[in-house]
């Protein structure tokens, strides 16, 4: 393990220039003009089924892989399998899994508070939609908020070669659906995943219903936990994060948790972490505007509990 790289911060003088910043963001704004190729080479049944597929698939992973294990640790899973989470999550082009769940723990820990690395409070709707991602300060991995998985080597290969899952997967929507299946079966699903994947840090900082009292912005909203296969439940998230499932009632739709469920009957995923029942007691009360019988503000040391153990 290089120990240097482990200690260093983003923002210290080895941070790329701007420069490097634009270059780094080029491949994604190409990536949505690569969608107009369809216009040339058209669009076929078996690009479009791809899509969906891909999309679906891959926001599963994002949700289930990068931002429930990897970030909260919300169940537990083999080395084998934690492999296959973090490739598949990777074949959406959101960087490598130690670099998303670092981030998304320092977001945690300074939900829209200074520092917060994507605060739609504390800066504006596209910095905190996208903009946070090729900025100097937030372009390396957080080595210091991801050591508990850092010390897989495995992990850290894909971490500094994660344009490897997306390249293969390209070549092979290419190889199988020909330019049709690159166009649409690979960027627009890409694209779309992006975007949902975006939203849960920016609009769902600012639009969207309120359950807990978790000293931030975060809400709950339903396009975006339908369109994220659950993480739009994310006031519910920001006040209970140790959860594996973010819909906290039958009614709140999460089909990520769902499919984990299942895989733990077979034995794939297991010690999946639920909500405890005074959670949900505590919730079925605010949604009945009980909260002045509730007596002292919500407690969030499941966050500083979750927080310290993945320190
Ligand atoms: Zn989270
Ligand atoms: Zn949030």
Not at 28 to 35: R, Y
Not at 165 to 183: E, K, M, N, Q
Not at 270 to 293: F, N, S, T, Y
């Amino acid at each position: 393990m290089e120990t240097t790289a482990i200690a260093a911060n983003p923002g210290t003088p080895n941070s790329p220039s701007r420069a490097q910043t634009w270059l780094q963001a080029t491949p994604f704004i190409l990536s949505h003009v690569a969608v107009l190729g369809a216009i040339w080479s058209g669009v076929t049944w078996s690009a479009a089924v791809l899509c969906v597929v891909l999309l679906l698939v891959r926001q599963w992973a994002v949700t289930a892989g990068y931002h429930r294990y990897f970030a909260h640790r919300t169940y537990k899973t083999s080395r084998a399998m934690q492999f296959f989470l973090a490739f598949l999550a990777q074949t959406s082009s959101q960087k490598g899994a130690l670099w998303w769940a670092a981030h998304h723990r320092v977001h945690h820990k300074l939900s829209d508070q200074p520092g917060d690395v994507h605060s739609p409070v504390q800066s504006s709707f596209f910095y905190a939609h996208v903009g946070w991602v090729f900025d100097d300060a937030t372009v390396e991995t957080r080595w210091d908020k991801i050591r508990d998985f850092a010390k897989y080597p495995e992990l850290r290969w894909l971490d500094k070669y994660w344009v490897v899952p997306p390249t293969i997967l390209a070549v092979f929507c290419l190889l199988v659906a020909g330019w049709p299946g690159l166009f649409i079966g690979f960027f627009l699903s890409t694209v779309l995943l992006w975007h949902n994947t975006f939203l849960i840090n920016s609009l769902t900082h600012i639009w969207g219903k309120r359950r807990f009292d978790t000293g931030d912005d975060s809400r709950n909203n339903a396009l975006t936990a339908f369109l994220t296969l659950g993480e739009g439940w994310h006031n519910n998230h920001h006040h209970y994060q140790s959860s594996c499932r973010n819909g906290f009632y039958w009614y709140e739709i999460d089909v990520t948790y769902y499919v984990l469920k299942m895989m733990s009957w077979v034995g794939l995923v297991w010690d999946i972490r639920e909500v405890p029942d005074h959670v949900l007691e505590e919730g079925r009360r605010r949604a009945k505007g009980e909260q002045d019988k509730l007596g002292e503000p919500v407690n969030q040391s499941s966050t500083d509990d979750e927080l310290s153990l993945a320190a």
